[in-house]
């Protein structure tokens, strides 16, 4: 898997994730990922380009949104794909974990 | 009818050979991209549990799988020789309020339930042989 980040206007942390979030794919973003949402309070997850989710790539979504949402911070999801949307919602995610369709939408809901 | 079989070990790295050989045998089975989808989230699933939790004694053990073509969409047996588990006896997952209250892990079976349209457990001689059921259609329910 890869993974990058960017800094949107009002300090909003966007993280970038591709490729197939399975047990070999989440080893290799998963500490990249908690240093990436480290001491953020607004942090948006774009999953366009996630082609595959298990539990254990849920895992570490729920992890990192529930150490943001424990210091007072939001994290949102952006764009997964239909698959991956499945899977969020059989998983009961979507009701943890707010999901966007835009990006304008998500920057909203996490912004302070 | 169509069937095909491999055989792996348990180690954590064999997840994608499995993955390739389950697309492989989805697309000469002809499942198409939705079933063939769910056959890998279930396999992932179900054989990373066996890998993670079965075995105790550090020491090699081959993981079989089979995924047979039926009349009603698919099913995929995986049969493993650790210790005795039957996952239609694990507890009902339970929806969490919120994000600060969730329990964090153990949606993997939660997971094999939501996209299965059946599930037969034996224990034979030393062995788990567990069967889940996929549907051509996609299920949408909740438990």
Redesign the interface.
């Known amino acids: 898997m890869n993974i990058d980040a960017e800094t949107l206007e009002g300090n909003v942390r966007r993280i970038h994730l591709s490729g197939r979030m399975d047990v070999q794919g989440t080893q290799e973003i998963d500490l990249k990922f908690t240093s990436f949402t480290a001491n953020q309070d607004a942090v948006i997850v774009d999953l366009s380009q996630v082609d595959f989710l298990s539990s254990i790539g849920i895992r570490t979504l729920m992890l990192n949104a529930k150490a943001v949402t424990q210091r007072g911070g939001k994290m949102a999801l952006l764009n997964p794909d239909p698959t991956v949307s499945a899977v969020l919602e059989m998983a009961g995610i979507d009701t943890l974990i707010p999901i966007f369709r835009s990006e304008a939408d998500a920057l909203k809901a996490v912004s302070p | 009818m169509f069937s095909e079989r491999l055989v792996i070990v348990n180690d ?2 064999e ?2 050979r499995m ?1 390739a050989w389950l697309q492989d045998a989805c697309a000469a089975a002809d499942f198409g991209a939705d079933l063939a ?1 769910r056959l ?2 279930c396999a ?2 179900l054989v ?1 549990n066996i890998i993670s939790y079965a075995f105790d004694d550090g020491q090699r053990h081959e993981i079989a799988l089979e995924v047979t073509a039926t009349p009603e969409g698919a099913s995929l047996t995986v049969r493993d020789n650790g210790r005795p588990f039957n996952l239609l006896e694990a507890p009902a ?1 339970r ?2 309020e ?3 209250q ?1 329990r ?5 079976i ?2 094999v339930r ?2 299965s349209s059946g599930c037969r457990y034996r224990r034979d001689g030393g062995f788990n042989v567990l069967t889940v059921d996929l549907a051509h259609q ?1 299920l949408r329910r ?1 438990a």
Request: hydrophobic share 40%; charged share 15%; aromatic share 0%.
């Open positions: 954590l790295r997840l994608r993955s989808g890998d989230l992932n699933e990373a997952h929806q969490p919120s994000i600060e969730a964090i892990g153990g949606l993997g939660h997971l939501q996209l996609a909740h």
